[in-house]
C-alpha cells in the first residue's frame, strides 16, 4: 500500500528527510511547502531554501507561502487530501485546520527529546546548556508549539567535539531513520503515544542576537566552549578585541587555573594562546575569525595582527 505525502520544510537538517520519503515507493510526495527565497550572502541575493532545491532536483511542486495560515497554498495542500503531513523544521505556526487534512496523521520530525527544548533551536540549547546527550522525536502536531504526544524518540550522544553544524547531521539522519521506520507504524496503528509532561517542558526559542557576545567575566572556560559550540556555524560567537569584533570558533577548557583577570593573556607561543576566564579558568584559542577576515588557526592570528601580543595583557574588552 502506498500513502501521499506532503512534505513541510525548509533547512538543510530537512533535506535528508524529503530524499527519503521520494526515494521509497511506498510514499508520493504530492508537494513540498518551505519558506520563501531569502537574502543570501553579502550581495543579499534571494536563494531558495536547501529543501526547495532538493524537491526541484526531483521535479516535485514547490509551495512558499510568507504565511502558510489562510493563504492559497494552505488551500492546495487541503485540496491534495494527504494521507501524511511531515515536518521538519519548516518554521512556520500551522493552523488545525491544515493540520486535519491529514487523512493518518500530521507529525513533526523534531531535534530535541521532547518535552526538553520546544522551540526553533533546540541543537543550539542543548549544546550550550552542556548537555550529554539529545535527539529526536516524533510527535503528532497539535496547534501548541511542539506539544503533541510522542510518538518515538532516538536518543545522539553529544561529544566534546561537537557544534551545531555536526549535530544537526547527526540528527537529520537519526530523525530520518526514526521517521521511516515509524510512519508504517501510525498507518497500522501499531504505536503508544506518550503525552508531554508539562511539568517537564523546557524552550528553545530561536537566537538573539546579544547572545552572541561571549562574556569572558562570568563565564568559566568550559562554559565558554559549550556556548561557541552552541552556536557555530549558524550563529557564531564573539569578543571585542581592540575595539574590533573577533568570532571565536573553536577553543579548549584547559585543567589550569590562574590568577589573571578575566579576558588577560595566560600563555602565549608562536602558535598558541590561552585567555583567563570567570572563576580562574583558563581556555585555549584554536580558530578564531577576525572582523573582515576568513577564519583561521590561531597560529595564523599570532603571526599577523596578534604578533605583539604579551602575556597579562587584556585581550578581550570587557563589555559594558
Excluded: C
Excluded at 500530521?106 to 550550550?128: C, D, E, Q
Excluded at 563565564?219 to 557564531?236: K, N, S, V
Excluded at 592570528?301 to 595583557?313: D, P, S, T
Amino acid at each position: 500500500m502506498s500513502y501521499t505525502v506532503v512534505f513541510m520544510g525548509t533547512p538543510k537538517f530537512a533535506v535528508p528527510i524529503l530524499e527519503a520519503l521520494l526515494a521509497d515507493n511506498q510514499y508520493e510526495v504530492k508537494g513540498v511547502v518551505t519558506q520563501p527565497d531569502r537574502p543570501k550572502g553579502r550581495r543579499h541575493e534571494l536563494a531558495p531554501s536547501p529543501v526547495k532545491e532538493a524537491a526541484m532536483a526531483h521535479g516535485v511542486r514547490v509551495l512558499q507561502p510568507e504565511k502558510i495560515s489562510g493563504s492559497p497554498e494552505m488551500q492546495q495542500v487541503i485540496d491534495w487530501q494527504p494521507d501524511f503531513i511531515v515536518t521538519a523544521a519548516f518554521g512556520q505556526f500551522l493552523p488545525e485546520q491544515l493540520l486535519s487534512a491529514a487523512r493518518i496523521a500530521a507529525v513533526n520530525t523534531h531535534a530535541s527529546l521532547l518535552p526538553k527544548y520546544r522551540g526553533g533551536a533546540p541543537v543550539h540549547y542543548a549544546i550550550m546548556n552542556g548537555d550529554q546527550e539529545t535527539g529526536v522525536s516524533i510527535m503528532y502536531m497539535v496547534k501548541k508549539m511542539d506539544a503533541g504526544d510522542v510518538i518515538d524518540v532516538v536518543k545522539v550522544p553529544i561529544t566534546a567535539n561537537d557544534n551545531v553544524g555536526t549535530m544537526f547531521e547527526k540528527l537529520s539522519l537519526a530523525g530520518r531513520d526514526l521517521l521511516m521506520a515509524t510512519l508504517p507504524k501510525i498507518a497500522t496503528g501499531d504505536i503508544q503515544p506518550v503525552v508531554q509532561d508539562e511539568a517537564d517542558v523546557t524552550f528553545a526559542p530561536n537566537i538573539p542576537h546579544d547572545l552572541q557576545n561571549l562574556h569572558f567575566e562570568n563565564e568559566t572556560a568550559q562554559q565558554l566552549d559549550w556556548h561557541i559550540r552552541g552556536l557555530y556555524p549558524t550563529h557564531p560567537a564573539y569578543i571585542q578585541v581592540g575595539g574590533q569584533r573577533v568570532k571565536l570558533i573553536d577553543v579548549t577548557p584547559q585543567p589550569d587555573t590562574t590568577t589573571q583577570a578575566p579576558g588577560t593573556i595566560v600563555t602565549k607561543t608562536k602558535k598558541s594562546l590561552s585567555i583567563a576566564a570567570a572563576n580562574g579558568t583558563v581556555i585555549t584559542i584554536n580558530q578564531l575569525q577576525p572582523a573582515g577576515k576568513s577564519k583561521m588557526a590561531v597560529s595564523d592570528y599570532l603571526n599577523g595582527a596578534g604578533k605583539n601580543l604579551e602575556v597579562g595583557q587584556q585581550w578581550v574588552t570587557k563589555h559594558e
